[in-house]
């Protein structure tokens, strides 16, 4: 089972930026997709952005703007940038990712995903 590790969360004020970073065993090789995830109090997850191998990225519409995926440069690091972030932005946010033969990430569907990481609290506030 490979176990994704994400960082970067924290509070910040609204307006404010953030950059999330999450460690991905194995992408460069075994991975086909990753995407970030995030959840809300009291809401069930969502999709934020998706990257594929060949480096290209969908961005939810709710974060079209100010959010940002991208990997790292021959490493196994994807990250999310933030900025203008608001209060609706405060959630656990999650990194995941399918493998070669799996499914797509593309619609982001949650159950299409094989990997996961425990999550990075974001916490937009005044």
């Known amino acids: 089972q490979v176990q994704l590790a994400e960082s970067g969360g924290g509070s910040v004020h609204p307006g404010g930026s953030l950059r999330l970073s999450c460690e991905v065993p194995?992408?460069?090789?075994?991975?086909?997709?990753a995407a970030w995830f995030r959840q809300a109090p009291g809401k069930s997850r969502e999709g934020v952005a998706a990257i594929y191998h060949n480096g290209g990225t969908d961005v939810a519409r709710a974060v079209e703007g100010r959010f940002t995926v991208s990997q790292d440069t021959g490493g196994n690091t994807i990250y999310l940038q933030m900025n203008s972030l608001k209060s609706e932005d405060t959630g656990m946010y999650y990194c995941?990712?399918?493998?070669?033969?799996?499914?797509?990430?593309?619609?982001?569907?949650?159950?299409?995903?094989?990997?996961w990481g425990q999550g990075t609290q974001v916490t937009v506030a005044s």
């Open positions: 194995g992408y460069r090789v075994s991975i086909k997709c």
């Open positions: 995941a990712a399918i493998p070669w033969g799996g499914e797509s990430c593309y619609n982001l569907r949650e159950r299409e995903f094989n990997y």
